[in-house]
């Protein structure tokens, strides 16, 4: 049984909200109103058992509590770390969450693209498709003269298809066997895509381009990924790098800061020549993530995805949605270069 204590502790929480307001419906039907303005999020426990040691967010998928405002009450609780500290996951890290689940999953939860990183919207844009092709023609338009591409951590290619089709010569890097097979069927031998580890590449490129494959490496290949991306790059080549960041972290922070990162560069030998950054486009990709996942929920559970994973993705969707919302996440496209002496 739940403790007296334990919920008084989070009924205490809830009293030191000090931004926006949550309806907080107990087990007993009744409710109780915190905090006031915006964002304004609904909470319903359906058993106590729900504040049991576990977070919050092992609990949601437990089935234990619901919220027809999902993303606004994780809008709420991210903006009151005082009040809510690690009651969210930190986000799912998309491309090695992926491993094991298969294609079928993703293709009910991205655009027609296979797209698994931040688009970039504009006002008006009507779809996920459009913002994802405005993201890789961006990156396209950023490229130096040459036309060979090391694209690592290519997924299930939709960049290189995109590259393909503007004529460049295509290399695509991934440890997933399923994107490779994915990857090779639709662009038909356009380009080369390799099952490898991107430390295993000895080739040189006009340009290269990976696009948040820096966020599934552990920190301590950080220095190893740049010093890669600077040893396999020509003469005058051009570096498009897209990367999540964070604007304050830890030693051991998973997630970058831009400072860090400026940091790994300028130690590899690179030359920080531009960033861009669209973090509002990344809370609008996870939302969209979400409600793909919602509306595609009869089909994943036949596909025997059951409740708890499809509870446990849609809490993390929700999460890195209002990280990005709330600003404690970015994402940048950054340019790097360097001048190689001449041997």
Known sequence: MISTSRKSRFLDSCARISTGNLRLYTPSGHHQDFGQGAPAAEMRIHDWAALSGRSLAKSYAAGLWDSDSLGALCALMLSNPHAFKHSLPRGINTPTKGVGIGNEFFQLLLDPGMSLSAGLFEAGDPDLSQAQSRKYNRVLDRLAPGLSILDIGCGWGSFAERAADRGYDVTGLTLNAGQKGYADARLDGRADIR??????????YDNIVSIEQLNTLSPRLW???????????AQGGRIV????????????SPVPT???????AKNAGLTWKDSFSF???????FATWQNQLETN??????MDFDTAFQREWRIALAASSARFRTA????????LTHQRRNQ
């Open 195 to 204: 099952h490898q580890d991107f430390r295993k590449e000895h080739e040189i």
């Open 258 to 264: 831009v400072e860090k990162l400026q940091k790994l």
């Open 241 to 252: 790098l897209q990367a999540v960041t964070t604007p304050d972290a830890g030693p051991l």
């Open 297 to 302: 929920n009869a089909r994943l559970s036949h």
């Open 328 to 335: 404690q996440r970015d994402v940048l496209q950054i340019d």
């Open 279 to 285: 973090g509002p486009s990344y809370a609008r990709t």
């Open 223 to 233: 220095p190893t990924f740049f010093a890669q991306l600077r040893s396999r790059l």
